[in-house]
């Protein structure tokens, strides 16, 4: 009994043979069903005509290429999805490729694979070729393997952080225009209702995160991994605030120094291109961190929090806000997708050991909150700018890059949703003789 007949069924619905008559090799389709047990939640056709599962499914995953196939022969699991899916050797349609949650929704939830037997992996590869096996050479877009990322120093030196850093954030200021909106903010919004725009959530953010640092005119802040200059000119700007803010991406120092300067902020604000280890060693009335805590390293949390503690002086508060893994047994590193084609060398700890972290580095934590909900509710909305204004971002970057970043986004938005991954503050101060720190009986902002 062949491959096909053992396996007829298997995915749901009977494979569609190709056009022209059946090939004496194995299918895309038998493929398919050799991997997938139970009903298929989509139809998935390849390039050699076969199909397998419902024809009148909503979503359709097309495999347009035999380097499409190899791909994912070659990297079962994400990494062989993404290649093929940012290559455009495979295609989901039904769904626009600036946010294809809906498309990722069913394949998390309904789509069933299994592992072949040794026999029928065997039978596969001799019908399909050998050569199969052989892996294309990655997308553009992929960053090089952990172990090849030597060449640019160790896991969280300067220089690799810096290339980390380029990787993921100088793309292109006018691609992150259009998906980040007026207020070029990249990081988790605050929603009061579902029904908020993202700019009111952004400014909520801001208004948020100036409240727990108790920022009041003349006060100095320093802002660690400011990205565009959002928390740096919106403390200026609404509460008198002399902020500087620092970045290790150049093409976002250049952007937020020129917004600074367009918005006549240049007397209180300032966003230099530094590495936070060389900020500035002088005593700060604040510090904020929003969203630099996923690059530096878990191992790195006592060197980070305590220069920040050094930089902070006695009596001032730190706001650190980043995204966490939901429990604190989790792996540090992230998935092979998110490495390769999102944020190299990133890591992720739980809530606890952040916290701990902070709290070791001789800080004294006060307040903590779970923002998680909220990253869902901002993520569908960077994607909902993205596919508006995708022929722009797909000039503008490339269809590949513009791929990359509509399935980060809605696969991010659906791990949060799912709390796979979550999105913490944390307000710590920095206490000065006798554990003085000025902190009031009651949280004096309104969460």
């Known amino acids: 009994m062949s491959l096909i007949d053992r396996e007829k069924g298997a995915a749901g619905v009977p494979a569609t043979p190709p056009a022209g008559g059946r090939r004496g090799g194995p299918t895309v389709a038998d493929v398919v069903r050799a991997v997938t047990t139970g009903d298929l939640p989509i139809r998935i056709t390849g390039y050699d005509?076969?199909?397998?599962?419902?024809?009148?499914?909503?979503?359709?995953?097309?495999?347009?290429?035999?380097?499409?196939?190899?791909?994912?022969?070659?990297?079962?699991?994400?990494?062989?999805?993404?290649?093929?899916?940012?290559?455009?050797?495979?295609?989901?349609e039904g769904i626009h490729p600036g946010d294809p949650y809906e498309a990722l929704t069913v394949l998390k939830d309904e789509l069933h694979l299994r592992l072949p037997s040794v026999g029928e992996a065997l039978s596969l590869v001799r019908g399909l070729g050998w050569e199969r096996l052989l892996p294309p050479p990655p997308p553009p877009q992929e960053s090089a393997p952990r172990w090849k990322r030597v060449?640019?120093?160790?896991?969280?030196?300067?220089?690799?952080?810096?290339?980390?850093?380029?990787?993921?954030?100088?793309?292109?200021?006018?691609?992150?225009?259009?998906?980040?909106?007026?207020?070029?903010?990249?990081?988790?919004?605050?929603?009061?209702?579902?029904?908020?725009?993202?700019?009111?959530?952004?400014?909520?953010k801001y208004d948020l995160v100036a409240g727990k640092l108790a920022l009041k005119p003349g006060m100095r802040l320093l802002d660690v991994g400011c990205g565009w200059g959002g928390m740096v000119r919106h403390a200026a700007r609404e509460y008198g605030v002399k902020a500087l803010g620092?970045?290790?991406?150049?093409?976002?120092?250049?952007?937020?120094?020129?917004?600074?300067?367009?918005?006549?902020?240049?007397?209180?604000?300032?966003?230099?291109?530094l590495d936070y280890r060389d900020a500035p060693r002088e005593q700060f009335d604040a510090i904020s961190s929003i969203g630099l805590t996923e690059h530096?390293?878990?191992?790195?949390?006592?060197?980070?929090?305590?220069?920040?503690?050094?930089?902070?002086?006695?009596?001032?508060?730190?706001?650190?806000?980043?995204?966490?893994?939901?429990?604190?047994?989790?792996?540090?590193?992230?998935?092979?997708?998110?490495?390769?084609?999102?944020?190299?060398?990133?890591?992720?700890?739980?809530?606890?050991?952040?916290?701990?972290?902070?709290?070791?580095?001789?800080?004294?934590?006060?307040?903590?909150?779970?923002?998680?909900?909220?990253?869902?509710?901002?993520?569908?909305?960077?994607?909902?700018?993205?596919?508006?204004?995708?022929?722009?971002?797909?000039?503008?970057?490339?269809?590949?890059?513009?791929?990359?970043?509509?399935?980060?986004?809605?696969?991010?938005?659906?791990?949060?949703?799912?709390?796979?991954?979550?999105?913490?503050?944390?307000?710590a101060t920095h206490n000065g003789p006798q554990a003085v720190n000025g902190y009031p009986l009651r949280p004096d902002w309104t969460p």
């Open 49 to 92: 005509g076969s199909a397998v599962g419902p024809a009148d499914a909503g979503i359709t995953l097309a495999i347009h290429s035999e380097r499409g196939l190899s791909y994912l022969l070659t990297a079962p699991g994400d990494l062989g999805m993404a290649r093929a899916y940012v290559s455009g050797d495979l295609g989901l």
């Open 151 to 204: 060449m640019n120093g160790l896991r969280h030196s300067r220089t690799r952080d810096s290339s980390a850093i380029s990787h993921h954030y100088d793309v292109s200021n006018a691609f992150y225009e259009k998906v980040l909106g007026p207020s070029m903010t990249y990081t988790c919004a605050v929603f009061r209702s579902p029904e908020d725009t993202l700019e009111e959530a952004q400014r909520a």
């Open 246 to 273: 620092v970045t290790l991406s150049r093409a976002q120092a250049e952007w937020a120094q020129a917004a600074i300067e367009r918005e006549g902020l240049g007397e209180l604000a300032e966003v230099r291109h």
């Open 296 to 427: 530096i390293g878990v191992r790195n949390y006592p060197a980070y929090f305590g220069a920040l503690r050094s930089r902070l002086k006695p009596g001032g508060r730190l706001m650190n806000h980043c995204i966490t893994r939901a429990n604190n047994r989790a792996p540090h590193r992230s998935g092979a997708f998110i490495d390769r084609y999102v944020f190299p060398d990133g890591e992720l700890a739980g809530p606890g050991r952040l916290i701990s972290e902070i709290h070791d580095a001789g800080l004294e934590v006060h307040h903590e909150e779970n923002l998680r909900q909220h990253y869902a509710l901002t993520l569908a909305g960077w994607c909902r700018n993205l596919v508006e204004h995708w022929d722009f971002c797909v000039d503008e970057v490339g269809p590949g890059t513009a791929r990359v970043w509509g399935l980060y986004m809605a696969g991010s938005r659906l791990a949060f949703e799912r709390n796979d991954i979550q999105l913490h503050q944390v307000v």
